[in-house]
């Protein structure tokens, strides 16, 4: 009788380890590697900027007949290919946005924004993908820890191309707001002035957790905790240390904060508490109605004037 509970419990026990192990390899595959990538969809993309937002059309026409809008590719120090695309502005300036995009997303799908500091504010304006993502290669997508490496790189080879001499804002939204939140937190070159993160999440724990138990109705233990460990095995990071949160505290540029209130994707709560993490100087817009990275879409001319007001404080 004791040997057949001893090995109906271990039985089950292996049964719940076997079932553990099976949802975080599932959890990080449904993450990192998700089968639907849009950002893969190049000329997709392209169709859903100028559907979504048929005001740039003209501007994305112009720079591509005349092949002003140019590919560029680097390798990166783990030995990934990884591209960007750029444009000067229509004057000579030494202004420079360089500008992130979301999850699942890719260089193309943020050229509203790159609209914006192009058309509307003379900026030049550097659009990279990041890790497996546009046509960028990577295992994965990294949630913006390891990719905050590659955006340091990227603006310097950005300063090199506009002049060695730029003034230099980054723009991120979604996982690009959280890519820019860590970029802020490393050291920075004398020419980066300023900082702009549109719904970006706390941390990958605080994102991933949320969204477990949202879709999935699971909570934080075991799943979090396994799925972590095995990303670190993996990829080299775990959820925990990529936080948008930690790196803000470390920085001390200028920094415009902005979420829609309306978010359910990246919940809007998040922003308070890198709000405050964050020292002055700092702005914080929450955007009434807005859903998860709609704000520009939403408020276009008003998101345009705040982000003018903004960086015009520090880009001259």
Not at 50 to 56: C, D, G, L, Q
Not at 59 to 66: K, N
Not at 147 to 167: E, H, K, P, Y
Not at 193 to 208: A, K
Request: glycine letters at 8%; charged letters at 20%.
């Amino acid at each position: 009788m004791k040997k057949k509970i001893k090995y109906s419990l271990i039985g089950l026990l292996a049964v719940i380890v076997a079932a553990i192990a099976g949802g975080s390899y599932y959890m990080l595959g449904y993450s990192l590697t998700p089968k639907e990538n849009k950002g893969k969809d190049i000329p997709g993309s392209y169709e859903y900027m100028r559907r979504t937002y048929p005001f740039i059309t003209p501007w994305l026409d112009s720079l591509q007949t005349a092949g002003a809008l140019r590919d560029t590719f680097i390798i990166n120090p783990e030995g990934r290919q990884l591209h960007a695309i750029f444009a000067a502005a229509a004057q000579p300036t030494d202004k420079t946005a360089v500008i992130v995009h979301g999850y699942t997303d890719n260089a193309i799908r943020m050229l509203m924004i790159g609209y914006l500091y192009n058309k509307d504010l003379n900026y030049n304006i550097f659009l990279p993908d990041l890790q497996d993502n546009g046509l960028s290669e990577g295992p994965a997508i990294q949630m913006g820890w390891k990719d905050r490496l590659d955006v340091l790189n990227w603006m310097n080879i950005a300063d090199s191309i506009f002049g060695n001499n730029t003034q230099m804002v980054v723009h991120g939204i979604s996982m690009g707001a959280a890519t820019t939140m860590m970029v802020s937190g490393e050291p920075q070159r004398p020419f980066v002035r300023c900082f702009v993160e549109d719904c970006g999440y706390t941390s990958v724990w605080d994102e991933f957790s949320f969204q477990l138990k949202d879709m999935f109705g699971l909570p934080e233990f075991p799943l979090m905790y396994t799925t972590g460990w095995l990303c670190n095995a993996k990829y080299g990071w775990n959820f925990r240390e990529a936080s948008s949160l930690e790196q803000v505290r470390k920085c001390s540029l200028p920094m415009l904060f902005i979420h829609g209130d309306a978010d359910t994707y990246v919940p809007t709560w998040m922003v308070y508490p890198l709000y405050e993490a964050k020292s002055e100087p700092k702005e914080l817009w929450i955007v009434p109605g807005a859903t998860h990275a709609m704000s520009y879409r939403d408020y276009p001319q008003e998101y345009t004037e705040r982000v003018k007001k903004f960086v015009g404080k520090y880009i001259h």
